[in-house]
Each structure stands twice: as C-alpha cells, then as structure tokens.
C-alpha cells in the first residue's frame, strides 16, 4: 500500500463518515437559520431514527442479509418510515418545548433543548436497554477493491443517500412555495408573517425536514455500523453541530461542507497524527473557527434581525 | 450579527460542555459478565440458622487452647478456639439470587460437596457445615450486603473461615473486615489486582499490613496482556501485532502489559492506538493499521467501548483475514452480537482455568456430577474453585486447630495444595501461585474454550 493509496483510501473512509455527519448538520443549520435556536435535541432525533429504523427492520421480519432485488424495497420502505417518524418527532418536540418559548430570552429555549435530548436518550434507553442493540445485517456488502484501494457498497450507499436527500432539499428551499416561504421566515419573520406566510406551519415544516433528514442519518448509520445504541446521538450531534459552524451556521451548503471536511478532518488526522487526537482536533477546529471566522465558510455578515 | 452570534454561541458553548459533563454518565458502565437464570426457589440456607446450630462448644476448651498466635493477628473476639470433635462453619458469601445466582449457586455446591467429602472422610478431627449468605440486593451484586454477610460470620464463633465473594467490588468493602477480624476469606472468582498487590490493596488491609487474611485461587487480570502475548506469539505463530486500546483502566493496562511481553518475546508492536469514548468509526485507524502489515490486531477494552466494532469493521476494510484478540473484556455474548459472523475466529485470554479441561478436576467433576443432578445446580466455571477454596480451609483446621488466627497462618503458608485445579499454594499477596489462563476462541458463533496454559 503506498502512500497514495493509503491517501485515497483515507479520504474514502472520511467522506463515508462525513455524509453522515453532514445529514445530520442539515437539521442543525436550518432550525438555526430559522428560528436561531442550537437545537442540541437534534443529535438525539438522528439516534431515535436509527432505532426507528431498527423497529421497522423487525417488524418487517427481516433479520439477516437480504438477498435480490428485494433489499432495494426492504431499505426504501425502512429509510422512508425512519424519515417520517423522526420528521414528526421533530414536529412534536418543536410544538411542545420550543414554540412556547419563542419570545423567551434566548437561554430557556437552549436549555429546553438538552432537557429534550436527555428525555430523548432516557426514553430510548428505558425502552431498548442500556447496552449498544444490534442492528441486522440487511445491506450484503460486496467490496469493490481497485488495488490496494477498499470501498464497500455501504460506503457507496452511505454518499448515494446523502447526496440525493441534499440534492432534494436544495432543490426544494430554492424552487417551491413552500421552500420560499422557510427563506422569507429566515430572513425576517415579521415581515413574512406580513406577507401572509403561516409562520408556525413553516417553522413545523423546517423542523419536519430537518428532523426527517436526521432520521435518514440515522438509517444509514444503522446500516453501516449494525450497532444502535441510545447514547450514539451525542457525539455524532456534537460532530454534526460542529460540521454546521464549521460551515456556517444558516446556510444548507456550508452544513453539507462542514460535514464532509469533519469527516476528511477524522480520518486524515486519525491517519496522520493519532487516533486518540481525533476529537480533540475536530473540536479545535470548532474554536478557531469561532474565533477567527465565527459566520463559518460559507456564512454571510447577515445584517442584524429585529 | 457578529457580536451578536458571539453572544449566542458562548451561551452554546457553556451547554456544550454541560452536555460534555453528563455525557460520560449516562454511559453505562460495561458490564462483562452477563447471564440471566432462573430465580432459584429460595436463597438457600438463611445465616440464622448456622447460629443457632453452632455449638457453644467451644468457650470451656478455648481457655485451655486459645494461645494466642504467634502473628498476633486475632483481635479479641475472634481469638476463641473450638475443641476437636465440635462443628465448624464455613461462611459462604456470594450472589445466590437473581440473575447473578447462575454464578454463585454452582460455586456454592463446590463448597457444599468439599463439606460433605470432609464429614464423610474418616479421621477428620472436626465435623463441617456451610452456611450460604447471599450478597445479591435486588438481584444484583452488593457491596454493602456484603459487608454485612462478612460481619455477622465474623461475630460467629464457629467460622474458620469464608468461601467468596464472587465480585471484586464486593471484595473490596469485604477485605478490611476480615483482615481486621483475622478470618481467613478464599475468594473463587476476584481477578483484580487492585485487591492484593497494589498500594489500593495496602488500604484495604490496614488493620494488619503484614498478616494476610485474604486469597484467592484464581489469578489476576494483570497476566491477561502477557499470556496473551505468550499465546500469540508462540502458539498462535504471530509476530507482527498492531495494538489498539479504549484507553481505560483495565483495557489500557492489559494493552501495555501485552506490547511489553510481545516485545521481550521477540514480536514486533507495529504501533499502539489508544480510542476516543463515544466512537464508533474505527476505519480510518483501522486503515492506517493496514497499511503496517499486521498479523495480528490486539484489543485492550470490552465490547461496549469498541471491541466488537472495531472486529467488524475489519472486514470494511479487508482486514478479516487478520487474527483479533483481546482480554476476558470481549469474552461475552455482547461482543458475538455486536461483531456478528466477523467474530468468528477472534480469541481472548480469561483468568480462570476451565475445569473441565485440567486432568486434576476429573475426580471433582465426577462427585460433583453425582451429588447435583439438578438443572440449576449445574457445574459453572467455578464449581472447582469453590471446592479448592472450602478445602483449604477444612486442610487448615485440620492441621492447625479450629483457631481463627492459626488457620489464617496456615493459609498463608500453604505452598503446594492438591486440588481440582492443580498444585498450588499463595504468594505473599495472597494470589495463587497457579496462573492459569485459558484461552476462548470464537467458533462457529460461539464463544470456545479452546486451550489453557500456566503463565510463567
């Protein structure tokens, strides 16, 4: 294996970890840009997608690899149904913790936010135990190997899926109503209630994607690792929230950014400098990037909201 | 916007870090050991009952016999002696109900079948009985219980001597009691070092430094890292480790243990990688272990911190070929669900001898087999110590004198005991000198015991 190889092969195995993150950081970026709320419940949203997921995989009765065609439908039907559970827990959680306290000073519904993660993770550990649960083995997994270089169906799975949900989400906020009107809310959401948008419904809506978009973070993560466990949502949403400030925290291509230069940042420094560093490096990074370039990589001076 | 996001992100920043704070707490801790039984009927024999039946024998032959030891350990009102022909206790002390009486039911019946053998043998100077506390709360292990068990045996007259516990946490609230009161305490199943031969161990035992009250027949996990590494390298044929450990207590320290001696054997650590907690993506360490060339990867942790994962995911990254081994930490059922069909072939090294394997149990495993024929007596993995432990004790009384602080002198001193799981006696910790440690191999989705060997 040379030096090359071992490069791209690194660079393989980030972009894998960095699609996931970047799904997740969807979540965090739009309720950001939204309602400028750090929703710290996201990262537990993307877990209980993952043990959505993992419901829906068993009550299909599917328990080990499926052969055919058929894991096409199998993925499709467990993806989608992850999606919508989380999408309407997202929903759910923004009705009931948030929206009360949207004319709250800024540290109530921030706090809210953690107390939802661990109502979240508590509820999940009551239910499914305190210990990591597996996860079937649904995908078979064939390697593609081009010399010394390894990627793994999943991996291609893995940015498949994220590649179209972020194609599909821009393409939604850019070209539809309703993608104008979650725009004109970000912007100034007074003057789009004065323009006759339903604020409330565009804000459940932000949090319905959003949190649709973890729960397919969620599935991939299940597929991928064949392990869920409930306290899986607090480093991969810390990861993700970084991801998002890394790219600038608002903005739905910087989130997308920010999740793939983390996961490059993981593997290359895990390659290049030490495993046990991984997260000490990613979070500096964090630091600097709020004390020199605080907007993020791509984040506009956005002129100060009333 | 700016001073403004500046402001908002402190305030994020601080929640962060309170996150960051709980985060570790709500991790549970890993438990190795798990097993679910069924509920035995009763908790066996109740500790009042071997008070009532404990002849007060003793008190006219104690003034006649009770010289103090030459050790001086005996406090008080422990240094009562009994008269030959009267009946002594043996205290056992371990996990009878719930799901962790799958545990101590089978090594009480060691105890029980080793009184019965010592009543029945002609000769005997003393009659014996056991009597079984239980230090499950709950269903669980208990420390506190467990302190409680040790001091009502050692307000007992007729207790020479305590079989137990099973749990090294309860081991720990135990050993300053025994050590104080002189009572001689074999434990079956305790493998952490920090109970004999650490400066933690020098705080157990305050009340008497120098006269040791505690042993065990089992040995310690400290030999875990090094018998691995003898395994691997001369059994197993490997000679180029890659080692990766969770950066905990235990798993770091087997991890350095194993480097150190893979090394001295002539191995060739290719490098050593400590995980973050929390992480669940080892590919890219993984990957870079690949490109070293290993022949094995050696894991220092237990399943929950990343040694199942880490076994999968060797096959993401075409490594299924290598050889995976760890400590008793990956020993579990755990890591067969959280590996799947990539743990097949995987190994651990356990500090405990398989009994069924030593040619010395036969006999054991035989009257055992007779005496318990009961599903849920079913022989464990420390029936045999049970037996050993009780045995050494009945062999002190015998020879010593039913006296707390004489039998515990007599322990002690034993160097060459005969027992179901060999020839052996105790080091000046108080560890058996018998370093058995077998080896588990996964075998067709099944954990295997496949070889056991004594580490020197």
């Known amino acids: ?306 | 916007m700016r001073s403004k996001f500046l402001t908002f992100l402190s305030s994020g920043s601080a929640a962060v870090m309170l996150l960051a704070a709980c985060g570790g707490g709500a991790a549970p801790s890993a438990a190795p050991a798990s097993s679910a039984a069924p509920k035995p009927a009763s908790a066996a024999a109740s500790g009042g009952a071997s008070a009532a039946a404990s002849k007060p024998a003793g008190s006219a032959a104690a003034s006649a016999s009770a010289k103090p030891a030459a050790s001086g350990a005996a406090s008080g009102a422990a240094s009562a002696a009994l008269a030959p022909g009267a009946t002594v206790t043996i205290g056992v002390e371990l996990p009878m109900s719930g799901g962790e009486a799958a545990n101590g039911v089978p090594t009480s019946n060691g105890v029980k079948l080793a009184v019965d053998q010592a009543n029945a043998k002609s000769g005997n100077k003393y009659k014996y009985q056991a009597t079984i506390l239980d230090d499950a709360v709950n269903g669980k292990h208990d420390p506190a219980q467990g302190a409680k068990n040790i001091q009502q045996f050692s307000a007992d007259k007729s207790v020479m001597g305590v079989v137990g516990p099973f749990n090294s946490n309860v081991a720990q609230a135990e050993i300053p009691l025994t050590n104080e009161a002189g009572l001689v305490q074999i434990s079956p199943a305790n493998t952490n070092p920090d109970l004999t031969k650490t400066d933690k161990a020098k705080d157990l035992r305050k009340a008497h430094p120098s006269d040791i009250a505690y042993f065990r027949v089992c040995t310690t996990d400290d030999f875990q890292g090094p018998a691995g590494a003898d395994y691997a390298f001369k059994t197993l044929n490997k000679k180029a480790a890659f080692i990766v450990d969770d950066n905990e207590t235990y798993g770091k320290g087997i991890a350095d243990e194993f480097e150190k001696r893979f090394s001295a054997d002539g191995g060739k650590a290719l490098g050593h990688e400590h995980l973050s907690s929390g992480q669940q993506d080892f590919k890219s360490l993984l990957t870079k272990a690949k490109a070293t060339n290993p022949d094995l990867i050696y894991f220092g942790g237990v399943t929950t911190t990343g040694g199942g994962l880490l076994r999968k995911q060797m096959t993401d990254v075409g490594m299924q070929q290598i050889t995976y081994m760890g400590g008793d930490g990956i020993v579990e059922d755990e890591f067969l669900k959280e590996a799947g069909a990539a743990g097949n072939g995987a190994w651990g090294t356990v500090a405990a001898p398989i009994a069924e394997k030593l040619p010395e149990a036969a006999d054991f495993i035989k009257a055992y087999n007779a005496k318990f024929t009961d599903p849920k007596d079913k022989i464990g993995a420390y029936s045999a110590s049970g037996f050993d432990a009780a045995n050494i004790i009945i062999q002190a009384v015998e020879n010593a004198g039913a006296d707390r602080a004489k039998v515990r002198a007599y322990v002690a001193g034993v160097k060459d005991f005969k027992g179901a799981l060999g020839t052996y006696g105790f080091d000046q910790f108080g560890d058996t000198t018998a370093k058995i440690i077998s080896m588990w191999n996964v075998d067709g989705g099944k954990w295997v015991a496949k070889d056991q060997f004594a580490f020197k």
């Open chain 1, 1 to 306: 294996m040379s030096a090359l190889e071992l490069l791209a092969q690194q660079i393989i195995n980030g972009l894998s970890l960095g699609a996931i993150y970047a799904l997740i950081a969807l979540g965090y970026t739009m309720v950001y840009g939204t309602i400028e709320l750090i929703n710290f419940a996201h990262g537990d949203v993307f877990m209980v997608g993952s043990f959505v997921a993992l419901l829906i995989v068993g009550s299909l009765g599917v328990a080990g690899t499926v052969a055919g065609p058929a894991v096409a439908i199998v993925m499709l039907a467990v993806l989608l149904g992850a999606m919508l559970a989380t999408g309407l827990l997202g929903v759910v959680i923004e009705r009931a913790a948030y929206r009360p306290l949207r004319r709250a000073p800024r540290l109530a519904p921030l706090i809210t936010a953690i107390g939802v993660s661990f109502i979240l993770q508590n509820i999940v550990q009551l239910r499914a135990g305190p210990s990591p649960v597996s996860f079937p083995d649904v995908m078979p997994n064939p390697i593609i190997d081009a010399g010394n270089v390894i990627i793994s169906a999943k991996q291609l799975m893995i940015i498949f899926v994220s590649i179209v949900m972020m194609a599909g989400l821009q393409w939604f906020v850019l070209n539809t109503r309703l993608g104008r009107a979650m725009r004109a809310t970000a912007q100034d959401r007074q003057a789009a209630a004065l323009m006759g948008i339903d604020i409330n419904l565009t804000i459940a809506l932000t949090f319905f994607i959003g949190s649709a978009l973890a729960g397919a973070g969620g599935f991939v993560f299940g597929i991928y690792y064949n392990s869920v466990w409930f306290i899986n949502g607090y480093i991969a949403g810390l990861k993700a929230f970084t991801a998002a400030v890394l790219g600038g925290i608002g903005n739905i291509v910087g989130a997308m950014l920010g999740g793939v230069l983390i996961g490059l940042l993981e593997s290359l420094s895990a390659q290049y400098v030490s495993e046990r560093y991984v997260d000490a490096i990613v979070f500096g990074i964090l630091i600097l990037v709020l004390v020199f370039r605080p907007s993020g990589l791509l984040g506009q001076q956005l002129p100060e909201s009333a």
